[in-house]
């Protein structure tokens, strides 16, 4: 028997394979080998087009005994440095345009957003996979999410959210710390619309919301048929600027209240208070 060696990509790993497949009058097999991990599986199928199938179904299969053996690795204590590692950094982020919250509850750690919580899945380099639930309880996970390994660190006293890709590691994720609210930010929380239209990308859409969430400001806004969340951290009575790091964080945004009016300035765009 002829066996293939290679690396191969799946979902939250990359893993030394050994694999073997054979077909022959409508039968088609497939045996893939996780030599490191002391895992594998074998496919037999019995129609023409089962190529493509029983490959889709040995990667997901794999993907699910990876995250089942490392949970009972952590069990057995294997990742508990890790975990341990892991408690310093729960706590508030600001990270991809979006306000996060990395939380610890029964014996599992869970990013919260917007709609999603995310459950982080201990794998053995110290980082974490992510599987997301909508609303907390309804599971699905984005191919985009699938392939975005997550680790901490602590990088020029910043608490930071990393991940790699195509081997640099990429920071994408601040820890940020409440900072107590001037009256006149308080009030600012509604829905505002643009007032010098002719400068809006036409990527950016009129209307944008201020609200406060877990004692945060936030600003959002539709850009690219997407929604961002910025953080605003007030720095004075009148102006904040935007927490994290990465493209337009450290902005500012200005207030001003005019003719009985209350506006938001922010990267060249006026907004005014509708409601």
């Known amino acids: 028997m002829g066996w293939l060696l290679s690396k191969e990509r799946i979902p939250g790993y990359e893993v030394k394979t050994a694999e073997h497949s054979g077909y022959i009058n409508h ?24 190529v493509e199938i029983a490959r889709q179904i040995a990667t997901k299969a794999l993907e699910l005994a990876l995250e089942e053996k490392n949970i009972k690795e952590y069990k057995k204590g294997a990742t508990k440095v890790a ?34 919580s995310l459950r982080l899945v201990a794998n053995a380099d110290n980082t974490y996979s992510i599987k997301a639930y909508w609303f907390g309880f309804i599971p699905f996970t984005p191919k ?26 990429l920071v994408i994720g601040e820890k940020i710390t409440a900072l ?31 609200q406060t969430k877990n004692g945060f400001l936030t600003l959002d806004i539709k850009a690219m048929n997407k929604k961002v969340q910025l953080v605003i951290l007030p720095i004075s009575a009148t102006e904040g600027i935007v ?10 945004v200005t207030i001003k209240t005019g003719n009985g009016q209350q506006y938001i300035l922010y990267s060249g765009l006026e907004f005014k208070k509708i409601k």
């Open 83 to 116: 975990e341990q590692d892991l408690q310093k950094y729960i706590g508030n982020y600001a990270a991809l345009g979006m306000l996060g919250q990395l939380v610890y509850k029964k014996d599992t750690f869970f990013v919260k957003v917007k709609y999603a």
């Open 27 to 50: 039968f088609h097999s497939r045996i893939i080998i996780l030599p490191e991990y002391k895992l594998g599986i074998v496919i037999l199928a019995n129609f023409d087009e089962a």
């Open 144 to 169: 985009s999410l699938k392939q975005l390994n997550l680790s901490f660190d602590t990088a020029d006293g910043r608490d930071v959210i990393m991940t790699k890709q195509d081997g640099y590691k």
């Open 243 to 252: 927490a994290g790091l990465g493209i337009g964080a450290g902005n500012t």
């Open 180 to 210: 107590p609210l001037p009256n006149d930010w308080n009030a600012l929380n509604g829905t505002y619309t643009i007032v010098n239209p002719k400068e809006l990308p036409q990527f950016i859409s009129e209307q944008v919301v201020m």
